[in-house]
């Protein structure tokens, strides 16, 4: 199940748009899935969209890697040295991914990274309501649901509980 988190490049962005496939669940306004769900890969958007990513100082994004190929992303972003804290995302490239706890580990070896490398002491997250995959995952991993609020659970997971927890996953 092993995966591995690199420093997405421009590559491996590309790599990962190129068979990145939107995810219903992902979308509270299902109007705009339909949009862009068969939406076709475009270099120059995905450029755009990579330089607009790059561009923000207090966001790091991690090409999650099996056996040698992207199948997704993780970021932290919003990160605040002062307030030590920063927010999780993550998407995986599509469905022939989900189910076998990559996505999990992803979020693990970005969440350790986050603490031990970063610094922070609280990494937050928000999911829309619907996403129960992802709301699962999260609470697995010991984040703690703080409010629900316009389609979305938002959540926190301390360094501290996180370590404590640690031996329940």
């Known amino acids: 199940m092993s995966v591995e ?3 997405m490049t421009r590559e491996l962005f590309h790599e990962l748009f190129r068979g990145f496939q ?7 306004d299902q ?3 339909e949009r862009v769900r068969k ?4 270099r120059e958007e995905t450029d755009a969209r990579w330089d607009k990513r790059i561009s923000k100082p207090d966001t790091l994004t991690f090409a999650v890697m099996r056996e040698g190929s992207v199948i997704g992303e993780v970021v932290l972003k919003a990160i605040d040295p002062n307030s030590k804290q920063c927010e999780l995302g993550i998407h995986l490239i599509n469905d022939s991914v ?3 706890g990559y996505g999990t580990e992803a979020e693990r070896l970005a969440i350790e990274y986050a603490f031990n490398e970063l610094g922070m002491n ?4 928000d999911v829309i309501i619907k996403n129960t995959r992802s709301r699962h995952i999260l609470e697995k991993l010991g984040f703690v649901r703080i409010c629900e609020r316009d389609g979305f659970i938002f959540y926190k997971l301390r360094k501290e509980s996180y370590y404590a ?3 329940d996953r």
């Open 22 to 28: 939107y995810d219903p669940a992902l979308f509270a």
């Open 31 to 33: 109007a705009l899935y």
């Open 39 to 42: 939406k076709p890969y475009s």
């Open 165 to 167: 927890d640690s031996s």
């Open 122 to 125: 609280t990494v937050l997250a």
């Open 98 to 100: 989900k189910g076998f």
């Open 5 to 7: 988190l690199l420093p």
